[in-house]
Structure formats: C-alpha cells, structure tokens
C-alpha cells in the first residue's frame, strides 16, 4: 500500500494524489560538510575533523564558520579565544546562560539524591503542582518526559487513545520532533522521511504574513478542510498539533485568539488541540506564560521541552484529567529519567528566575522595543519584507530587491553570515529559510538590545540590507 501522507488541505484536490518526490531539507544555516575545512582557521578544522569522525555528518553543525563555545553567561557565549558573542538565538538557556540559582539547586540536589519516580519523592510533586498552577484548571495533570519530541510523541498517543481516532493535522512546515511517530508528522524534514498516511497539512504562513481581515476565516475553513479530508480517508481526527508561534513556518505569532477557532472546530470534528509549547511557552511571548493563552485556545493537553531546565533535559506533558485517565486504561507511562530530581529542581530554579526577574514583563518590554527599532531602521529599505514579534520572539522577512517581493533565502544566509562575523548569533526559519529568526534568553537585557541594533545597523550600512 502507498503511504503517501494525504496532502495540504490548503489546496486539496491537487494534493491529494501527488507524492511528494523531493528529498532531505537542509537546516537552515547549517555547515555545509561536502565543502570541507579550507579556509577555517586550525582549530575549527581540526574539531569538525574529529565531529565529522566520531559523530558523522548526521547532526547538524551552525553556520560556514563555525564556532567553538567554550563558556557562556546571560545572553553572551565566548570562544577558545575568549570573543565574546551576543546570542540572540537561544531559548533553552531561557534563564541565561550558566545561571548560578539553576546551578546552586541542581549541584544541591546532586548532593541529595537522583533516582526514578518510581519511588515517593518531594521534588517531583513540588514541581509538578506548582508547574499545573500555570494553567487553568481543567488541564489539571502532567506527566515528565526529557525532550519536546518525547513529550509531543506521547500527547499524540494520548490523542489517539482518547478519541480512538488516529489522523493528525499540522501546519505544512511544521516541526515536533524527532521520534519516528513525530517525525512522520513533522513536513520540515523534507520527503527524505515519508510522512504519515494519517496527516494532513495546513499552510498558514501565507495568510499570517499579509493578514487581511479575513485572515481569521481563511485559516479556519483550511483546518476545516483538512479535518473533513481526514474522516473521508477514514483516519478521523485525533489531534491538530500546533506550534503556538509557528516557528519553523516563518515566526507566525498573528493575531491573537484565531488558534481559539481551530481548537473550537477539531473538537466539533472529534478531536483534540496540542498545543506545542516547546518554542512559545515560560514566558517568550510576553503578554501570556502560554502561546495558547495567548491564542485564547482551548487545549487539551499541552507539551514543553527547551527552555523548561535551562539546559538540564526535562520536558512535560499536561492535560486533562479524562484524557489521562483514558490512557492509563491501555498503557502505563514510566520514563525513567523524566521528572527526575536534579530535573524538577533545575526546572522550579527556572521557575523563580522568571517570577523574581518579571521575566513575562521583561519579555514584553524588551520585544516591543527591539521589534519596534528594527522596524523604524529598516522600514522602507529594500529587501526588508516586513517583521513580526510576540515579546521575545521576532521573525524579519528578507525579500528580493525588486518590486516583486519574493523570499530571498540567499541573502537572508548573507545577512545571518554577517552578523556571525559581528559576533551577534542569529538564524533563519521558514518553508524556504527566508525569515530572520531572534530569539535570544529571556534576561536579554537593554545593552545587550542596543548591541543587536547596532550591528543589524552595520548590516544595513555595508548594503546588505539597502
Ligand atoms: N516542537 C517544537 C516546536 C520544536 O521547535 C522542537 C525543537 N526544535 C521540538 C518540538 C522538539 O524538541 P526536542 O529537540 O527537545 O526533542
């Protein structure tokens, strides 16, 4: 039988008898291997020697020159040299980096003790009962996983076994992860892995991007769409899996409150709405803890990861009590290193820096004028397609020169190429890699914004954005 996921609900009739033939999708600003070391200086090459030894060419490395990090803090990482470089890029060290409360609770617990949840233990129900106190009440449990991609592949199992439906819906340059079930649903990959029979995409980053006022409708009838291609195959609908910043489809925060409607609508199909929080949630998008407050949407289990230990692995599911329990009918769920000690303490150290600090605030504060200067410089230059933000999160939109307006990957690389070389780290996102994508630590702070806008300054004035 032919496995060919069923295809964009965005333009059905087409898609649905088209297999998609083309392969593997580069990361964007990734190190390109086959082009070899020359040019970079000894220590580099002789690290990517050894990386490309031992641990192939698989995992991707950032950037034409790579950069060797050997310490960091706050929003700043340095290398072997000691260059001190502005990370605008990192929200897994959401709290900055080597942050000394995360690394006081984590080496305090180290020295108390470190084993599975399978026993009695305080710091587990410590955090897991102030984490739910984050959301409203009906989704009132939470189970412990290491990674986003773990936590996104249990909420869809749990979907599953809850609506005893098994299709999914996504955006259509969605991605959740890593594991061969949330692989198989995440269409950033490329086709190299086949997507699902079960899934069925949804592409919003045209309408994000230029909204008109009847965004809200457009989007709504495409998820519509999608959910009925997927009763008429037969899958029903279990879950449509969203990314409540829509990261890798360009940094699409939009108007607040249309994830609301969809959410309204999967549930009118039979299914439920994840809400992926692994990019937008503890406190990134300024006006709400959550991407889907944000989006006032009604979600039925919710998953995290990054930023959630900064940098000590953990990530979790929440959800609501019947979807839960329903799970726990068929199956039992024990992960062995998640909701771990050392984890929970890192993770409820997280917590506090963003309580003590007003992190929330803060990110609202500092997106707003960093997202606002950018405009005010950039505004009528060619090759500048527009900016978008919630708090801490900001996408910049590289276009041609010419009246046309198209994405323009090239220079969007060159861009992120040249502020490398000023020492601000920075990256792309998007179907086609085009969108600047910022995101720096969350205790970014006003020198750091007044450095960023320099160099994006500096950037402009040698004419890569002009
Ligand atoms: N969901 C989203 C939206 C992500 O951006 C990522 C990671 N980039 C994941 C899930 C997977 O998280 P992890 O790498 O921790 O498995």
Known sequence: MNETQLGDATNSAENNTKTKQTGKKQLANGFDFSKGTQGLDADSATLIERRKRVLGTLGPLFYNQPIHVVRGQGAHLFDAQGNDYLDCYNNVACVGHVNAHVREAVADQLTRQDTHSRYLQDEVLDYAERL???????????????????????A??????????????????????????VASISPSFGTGI????????????DVLKN???DAEEILLGRFEAAFRQLHDAGYGVSAVLLDQIFSSDGVLPGAPGWVGRVAQAAHEAGGLLIADEVQSGFARTGDAFWGFQRH???????????????????????????????FAECTRYFNTFGGNPVSMRAASAVLDEIEQRELLRHAETIGDRIAGE???????TPGFGGIRHAGLFIGLDITSRDNRGLPDPAATQRIVDELRTRKVLISASGADASTLKLRPPLVFSDADADRLLDAMQQVKSVGLLR
């Open 132 to 154: 739910l106190g984050y959301f409203p009440q009906t989704l009132d449990h939470v189970s412990f996983t290491n990674s986003g991609s773990e936590s996104n592949d249990l």
């Open 156 to 181: 869809l199992r749990m979907a599953r076994a809850y609506t005893g439906n098994r299709g999914v819906v996504v955006t259509s340059n969605a991605y959740h992860g890593i594991t061969d079930l």
């Open 194 to 205: 086949p997507l699902a029979s079960f899934l069925a995409t949804v592409e919003v980053a």
């Open 211 to 213: 909204p008109g006022p």
């Open 296 to 326: 006032n949407a009604d979600a039925d289990i919710v998953t995290m990861g990054k930023p959630m230990g900064n940098g000590i692995p953990t990530g979790a599911v929440v959800y609501k009590t019947p979807i839960g329990d329903r």
């Open 374 to 380: 950018l405009e005010s410089l950039l505004g009528d």
